[in-house]
């Protein structure tokens, strides 16, 4: 995004000094959630839509908090009691939507692409919170402030984004923001779930776990998405089983000893324990970072929605 466009669709193409305002304004915002405060009359008579069509816990609820803490109306709809089950297209439930005067329209969809198409249709500004194996660019923001703070900086350091690199949104965004804020990026897959272009986007390519975690500073960790593999037409078989995929790429004590002693560890979440992560370093409080990120989550929402709303007023 950059600061001077109405939507936030995706990560790739944002300049990094926008992106070091993003973090610098969410983090001001860590300071307001923890001190307890709100900021009600930022957002007042403002109405901001939650509407996903995948489940959500995360994303939906900062989303929800996050605007209701700046004095947002917010609406959670509810797309499996919706007339989208009647077959209502994805432009007409949009279209319905801007019609009510929505200001913040937050959208998940299946489909890549899906948030950039409706903001072309709608005056709302869109939020992408997440499209097929597009993008999750409010993920990436928390991800990037929650290394931030823990490391004091993102140039420089080594980050191995290890597991289902192929169906995920949150590591395209994050390759994408790391890469342009100076750090070092690595994929760690097996064959079947690196994208066949990986090469290309600035990173190297492992297939490797233990290679590829060696001496990094952070250890990102992807949920496998069985999901996506289904309903691509039988690539079930992309992944062996799930004792053997833990066996070659879940993240255990072990594995983790093979990066820098003080490496944190990183997941977006929802976690298959026992699949990519083991629970010994999931709940290790001196290495995992996984609840601080859905902490750092609400901050960077209010910040998202903040700068929204500003340049959304200056073109009213
Ligand atoms: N929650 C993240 C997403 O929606 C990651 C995941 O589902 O594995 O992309
Ligand atoms: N990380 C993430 O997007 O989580 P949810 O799918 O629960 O929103």
Same mark, same amino acid.
């Given at each position: ?19 070091? /305002?993003? @973090? ?11 001190? %307890? ?12 839509? #939650? ?10 609820? *900062? ?9 947002? !109306?917010?609406?959670? =709809? ?13 432009? !007409?439930?949009?279209?319905?939507? #801007? +019609? ?16 950039? &198409? &409706? ?5 709302? /500004?869109?939020?992408?919170? %997440? ?10 923001? &928390? ?16 980050? /191995? ?6 169906? *995920?949104?949150?590591?395209? *965004? #994050?390759?994408?923001? @790391? ?34 975690? $060696?001496? +990094? ?11 996506? =593999? *289904? ?20 993240? !255990? ?20 324990? %026992?699949?990519?992560?083991?629970? $010994? ?24 929605? !903040?700068? @929204?709303?500003?340049? #959304?007023?200056?073109?009213?």
């Amino acid at each position: 995004m950059s600061l001077h466009h109405r939507h936030l669709l995706q990560i790739e193409g944002m300049h990094p000094p926008d992106i070091g /305002a993003m @973090l610098d304004l969410a983090e001001s915002y860590v300071l307001l959630n923890r001190s %307890g405060k709100t900021q009600r009359d930022l957002l007042r008579g403002r109405t901001l839509i #939650n509407l996903f069509f995948e489940d959500s816990t995360r994303t939906r609820t *900062s989303f929800e908090l996050a605007g209701k803490r700046l004095g947002a !109306d917010v609406i959670n =709809m509810s797309v499996s009691t919706s007339s989208v089950n009647k077959g209502e297209t994805l432009l !007409d439930t949009a279209a319905t939507l #801007n +019609a009510m005067h929505c200001d913040l329209l937050v959208v998940r969809h299946g489909e890549s692409g899906a948030p950039s &198409l &409706l903001a072309q249709k709608v005056d709302a /500004a869109v939020i992408n919170a %997440g499209d097929g194996t597009h993008e999750h660019p409010t993920q990436a923001l &928390l991800d990037a402030l929650t290394i931030r703070r823990r490391k004091g900086r993102l140039e420089g350091l080594t980050v /191995a984004i290890c597991g289902d690199v192929l169906h *995920s949104r949150v590591a395209r *965004s #994050n390759i994408h923001l @790391l890469t342009a804020m100076g750090s070092r990026v690595r994929l760690v897959a097996p064959p079947t779930l690196m994208p066949s272009q990986a090469g290309r986007l600035g990173v190297e390519v492992f297939h490797d776990m233990r290679a590829g975690l $060696e001496g +990094a500073d952070i250890v990102m960790m992807l949920r496998v998405q069985r999901e996506r =593999m *289904s309903s691509s037409g039988g690539r079930i078989g992309l992944v062996p089983s799930e004792r053997e995929y833990f066996r070659f790429f879940g993240l !255990d004590a072990e594995k983790l000893a093979l990066a820098r002693p003080d490496a944190l560890v990183m997941h977006p979440g929802p976690m298959n324990r %026992g699949v990519e992560i083991a629970s $010994e370093v999931a709940d290790d409080p001196a290495r995992s970072v996984i609840k601080e990120q859905v902490e750092m989550g609400v901050a960077v929402r209010m910040a998202v929605l !903040d700068i @929204l709303s500003r340049q #959304n007023r200056r073109n009213d």
